[in-house]
């Protein structure tokens, strides 16, 4: 009897080949164990209000008035609602015909990419063209659009930063294209060595790849770390001599906790450098709702925006996403939200501003709650925040291969086992051969952070005292 | 050379296209323009989009009850205030209650499970279940930005290479052909017959398969967009059970698109799910892959800026759905919002609820003002010289044929446009009435038609009518000659 054309040996084979860990084997495995009742803490993704972060106020005042406009026509709304998050629904209403329900143009509202053009040129002194603005349905459709576009064939190569957010690995992959892994550098806060990127571009091309485009997450996604200046500019210097887009990863630029290295958009660096660079070199830029302080990951918002990618492109890249229609609506307003907020002097000022100092405080003490416990851990090294690594004795990588598991994945099945902390093994972000990490986040609530850093310390040094 | 340029862009992206919100929408956006900047500068004061199947952007209202739920879930603080509930109806409260419960922490600003909220998903079983009498698992529930993300999930699970092929009836929506080219397979057409109300034959779908094996393709799975698109006919159960029957001799998965399944006019025509007749005629997981899609874009509540649909998958092995669940997990989830709705589609207000009557009410208001203004826009085209245009039973758009003069082709020809999109172009100059060309959608060569949509507000459609007809007159007077 014939296959089936959905029978497993069938299927893609570009679907088979691609892993997304973040929601991988650990995170199966403890959803299994929170149905047999155990208590889990999720921290194996970037996912804030899981674990109790509030919703800033003010914007989901202003959603729900849109959402249900005929409140705005109601007497009793003043009751419910502050004047400014009324006349905000207005003011966005206002800008896409038909309100929430409509397709808005598939590169999404005019005025809410105008204001997204706005906060990049005050973040940037530079300003911004909305019409290279294109909002999507969370930062991740966007960069799989733009990778779609780029890989053509199996030898179009893509350089990717180990460790990376596996989103990148799994979209080349489904793509059917090449990832040029290059490694940033533990030691040296997770910079980069530009030696060993023109080795790892060298080397591609050597195997007969033809590199495309680069990728840079920063801040960086597991690292936490931001790229310095120097950084910056080399990079994008490299990618100018060595003709390749440039893809700036940069939705956690609102989550910064150290003061040494603070944010600096690629754009910026790019127009600070001036022509002919400036001019020339082709950038994509992604950010998100999901992360900073807002968290609000289940809206789905994002947007990318296009440096000198010349117009018959753009409308290729147009086309693609007409066939979609529309992002959605509702995070095309928290996306318009996020890069207009409100001033001094408006009513909810006072509290939004509280609310998201509150959060950013906490999150900035509680990335070094992290840090300190992972750095008093045996055997664990060079914490920053949430990407700590873990030397594993010979005898732990034996058991290991015993039961058929990478080393880093064993021992977080064993941390997970013990201890309900779920976390994501460092294979999955890809690391360098023999050196282990796990990635968690810094989210679990500040309250239970003492805790959860102790039962941590608690498995890791009897694992340890086990295994050596 | 930089990187993305025209040559150097994936070529499966070149190839694709998506007409909906093609060339005729950029003119008619620059026309618009023109008309704001210089009032006065065309024979006509407003553009009339009748391209796209996007009704509360022409003011079709949104259900009230729907739109409660979502704002109180949107914002749940205001649930516990005594002034909530002069604002908003009981049970809408009461359902938003109920949702949150379902989501862990209530926190709707959290990624979910990437299936989606495993009680939303339930509670969509449940409807199903209530409308085709037969049971459906929420495991087979894939929550999704809109029906197209799902549509391009079992594309790219399908396509493997330029030797695989879907087969697509012609007319078809053109996602399909998009997304199909997007992933690099090929599209098998079958051709629906307009003179039978656009019929769907087996023999067609048989000789159609074969032609294509026969040219080394391998086929793998058949769409079947039921109300059509842009055709508008709704299939009979007869017809329903024979498609079933060719996917299972010959190993077709079957999509359904069922996106305009509460979208039926007529009175002698009912929808059926595919999943309903399939069980119906006692065939099982064992027997057929199917695979259903569904939207809140569409129906009665065109809600189609939230961006929420689902596909129900059933007959697929477990390493199978396995990897589904990998693509679903690389986007993590569908927009919360989006799923919610979803819920709220599949299981609307009941008899004896609060809003019962005045959703009811919402509800009727809108089909019937459908049905009537379909009724209006295709005696209209009937009326025209030259042009003939099948009911729409159901979906949202009239696909009428004009019998173009050969006069009009040569100039089409000389223009270097396809005739349809010619006269496409003269109508939007001349009346502001934006459409799109049946080429967009395929079509038996030789032949001309376009999609208008039965949108446009019911006071507007007279004007409609007669700006048309004037226009058409014109247009074969000039080529007629």
């Not at chain 2, 119906?280 to 874009?297: A, C, R």
Request: with cysteine.
């Amino acid at each position: 009897m014939s296959t089936k054309p959905l029978d497993y040996e069938n299927l893609n084979e570009n679907v088979k080949k691609c892993q997304y860990a973040v929601r991988g084997e650990l995170y199966l495995r403890a959803s299994e164990l929170q149905k047999e009742g155990k208590k889990i803490i999720f921290t194996n993704v970037g996912n804030p209000h899981a674990l109790g972060q509030k919703p800033l106020t003010f914007p989901r005042q202003v959603i729900a008035l849109c959402q249900a406009p005929f409140l705005l026509d109601d007497p009793n709304v003043g009751l419910l609602f502050p004047a400014d998050a009324i006349a905000k629904a207005k003011h966005y209403l206002s800008l896409n015909s038909g309100g929430l329900g409509a397709y808005s143009d598939s590169r999404g509202i005019p005025g809410v990419r105008i204001e997204v053009a706005d906060f990049i040129e005050r973040r940037d002194g530079y300003p911004s063209d909305p019409e290279h603005i294109f909002l999507t349905d969370g930062a991740s459709k966007g960069i799989m659009q733009i990778l779609h576009t780029i890989i053509r064939v199996p030898t179009d190569g893509v350089l990717v930063p180990v460790p990376q957010y596996p989103l990148y690995s799994a979209t080349i992959s489904l793509y059917g294209g090449s990832l040029v892994p290059y490694y940033l550098e533990e030691t040296a806060d997770w910079g980069l060595d530009i030696n060993d990127l023109r080795q790892s571009i060298g080397q591609a091309r050597q195997n007969g790849t033809t590199v495309r485009a680069m990728v840079i997450i920063n801040p960086g996604n597991p690292t936490g770390q931001c790229l310095t200046e120097q950084n910056l500019r080399q990079i994008i210097q490299f990618c100018y001599e060595e003709n390749l887009v440039l893809l700036a990863d940069e939705v956690y630029q609102q989550n910064i906790y150290q003061d040494k290295h603070p944010f600096m958009s690629a754009r910026k660096v790019l127009f600070d450098m001036g022509q002919p660079i400036s001019k020339e070199l082709q950038l994509v830029s992604f950010h998100t709702v999901s992360k900073g302080y807002w968290g609000e990951c289940g809206q789905r918002g994002g947007y990318f925006e296009m440096t000198n990618i010349p117009p018959k492109s753009v409308e290729e890249i147009y086309k693609v996403a007409s066939i979609s229609l529309s992002p959605n609506v509702p995070a095309q307003i928290f996306m318009g939200l996020l890069a207009n907020p409100l001033k001094l002097g408006d009513i909810s000022y006072e509290q939004f501003s509280r609310e998201s100092k509150g959060i950013l405080e906490s999150l900035r003490r509680r990335a070094h709650i992290m840090t300190d416990g992972f750095n008093s851990c045996k055997n664990v090294v060079w914490a920053m925040y949430s990407f700590p690594q873990i030397q594993l004795p010979p005898r732990a990588i034996d058991a290991a291969k015993k039961v058929e598991k990478a080393a880093d994945v064993f021992y977080c099945l064993k941390l997970l086992e013990a201890t309900g902390i779920s976390t994501v093994p460092g294979s999955g972000f890809g690391q360098k051969e023999g050196v282990f990490h796990l990635r968690t986040t810094i989210l679990p609530a500040e309250e239970d952070m003492p805790s959860i850093m102790s039962s941590f310390k608690k498995f890791n040094d009897e694992f340890m005292d086990r295994y050596e | 050379m930089d990187s993305i340029t025209i040559d150097t862009i994936n070529p499966k992206v070149l190839k694709c296209e998506y007409a909906v919100r093609g060339e005729i929408v950029t003119i008619a956006q620059k026309l618009q323009q023109d008309l704001k900047d210089n009032p006065g500068s065309h024979p006509f004061d407003e553009i009339l989009y009748c391209n796209i199947g996007n009704p509360q952007s022409l003011a079709q209202q949104p259900i009230t009850f729907f739109r409660e739920v979502l704002a109180l879930c949107d914002h749940p603080s205001i649930l516990d205030k005594s002034e909530t509930q002069g604002l908003f109806s009981a049970d809408a409260i009461e359902r938003a209650f109920q949702i949150l419960d379902q989501i862990p922490g209530r926190a709707t600003g959290a990624y979910s499970h990437s299936q989606g909220i495993k009680g939303l998903r339930d509670t969509i079983a449940s409807g199903i279940e209530a409308r085709d009498g037969f049971p459906a698992d929420p495991n087979d529930l894939f929550l999704t930005d809109g029906a197209s993300p799902a549509v391009h999930m079992m594309m790219q699970l399908l396509i493997r290479s330029e030797n695989d092929g879907i087969l697509c009836p012609i007319p078809q929506y053109p996602l399909y052909s998009a997304s199909i080219a997007l992933h690099g397979g090929t599209l098998v057409p079958y051709y629906l017959d307009e003179q039978t109300g656009w019929g769907l034959e087996i023999s067609e779908l048989e000789h159609q398969l074969n032609t294509a094996k026969s040219n080394g393709i391998d086929v793998r799975a058949l769409v079947v967009i039921n109300p059509g698109n842009p055709t508008g006919q709704v299939l009979g159960e007869a017809n329903q059970r024979e498609i079933v029957e060719f996917c299972k001799k010959e190993g077709l998965v079957l999509l359904a698109d069922e996106v305009y399944q509460e979208n039926v006019y007529v009175p002698d025509k009912k929808f059926h799910s595919f999943k309903k007749i399939t069980r119906s005629m006692g065939y099982g997981e064992k027997d057929i892959s199917l695979v259903s899609f569904q939207s809140v874009s569409k129906g009665f509540y065109g809600e189609c800026g939230k961006r929420g649909g689902y596909m129900e998958i059933t007959g697929f092995s477990p390493e199978v759905r396995e990897q589904i669940y990998k693509l679903a997990s690389v986007n993590l989830c569908s927009n919360i919002s989006g799923q919610i709705l979803a819920s709220l589609v599949m299981s609307p207000p009941k008899v004896g609820d609060e809003s019962y009557e005045s959703f009811s009410a919402e509800k009727e208001a809108v089909l019937s003002s459908l049905a009537r203004r379909a009724q209006a826009l295709q005696d209209a085209l009937n009326s025209l010289e030259g042009v003939t245009c099948n009911r729409a039973e159901g979906a949202m758009y009239l696909f009428p044929r004009i019998n173009l003069p050969d006069k009009a082709i040569k100039a089409a020809e000389e223009a270097k446009t396809a005739p349809d999109a010619f006269y496409a172009k003269l109508l939007l100059n001349a009346t502001g009435i934006v459409v799109v060309p049946g080429s967009g959608f395929r079509q038996v060569p030789g032949t001309w038609h376009f999609r208008c949509t039965i949108l446009p507000q019911e006071e507007k459609i007279p004007a409609i009518v007669s700006r048309l007809t004037e226009f058409h007159k014109k247009f074969m007077d000039e080529f007629c000659g």
